[in-house]
């Protein structure tokens, strides 16, 4: 069983950055295994992709965070984080962390809140 714990939201002002990490464990979890990606719900929104990494390492972004956002992974910890910069009130959001083998895993989400 695979367990996805996020951290690193918060209370930001508009223009500002945060880094989000997503710390995995359990099973065969490896984020050389897993592909990878950070979804983002905003109320009354969908839930939306924001940035994905692939097991070989290729790179997606939403168009919206395209510029801003970067994800990146650190094998040694078996954690993949999100690199928000210059952040807007319309980023404000639920992010959830999740890792794709035969299945989705979630994590619980961690709040970003952009105040203007």
């Known amino acids: 069983q695979v367990q996805l714990v996020e951290s690193g939201g918060g209370l930001v002002q508009s223009g500002g950055s945060l880094r989000l990490s997503c710390a995995g464990s359990?099973?065969?979890?490896?984020?050389?295994?897993?592909?990878m990606g950070w979804y983002r719900q905003a109320p009354g929104k969908q839930r939306e992709l924001v940035a994905s990494?692939?097991?070989?390492?290729?790179?997606t972004y939403a168009d919206s965070a395209n510029g801003r956002f970067a994800i990146s992974r650190d094998a040694a910890k078996n954690t993949i984080y999100l690199q928000m910069n210059t952040l807007k009130p319309e980023d404000t959001a639920v992010y959830f962390c999740t890792a794709q083998r035969y299945r989705d895993w979630w994590g619980q989400g961690t709040q970003v809140t952009v105040s203007s």
């Open positions: 359990g099973g065969i979890f490896s984020v050389y295994l897993f592909d």
């Open positions: 990494l692939s097991r070989s390492g290729g790179t």
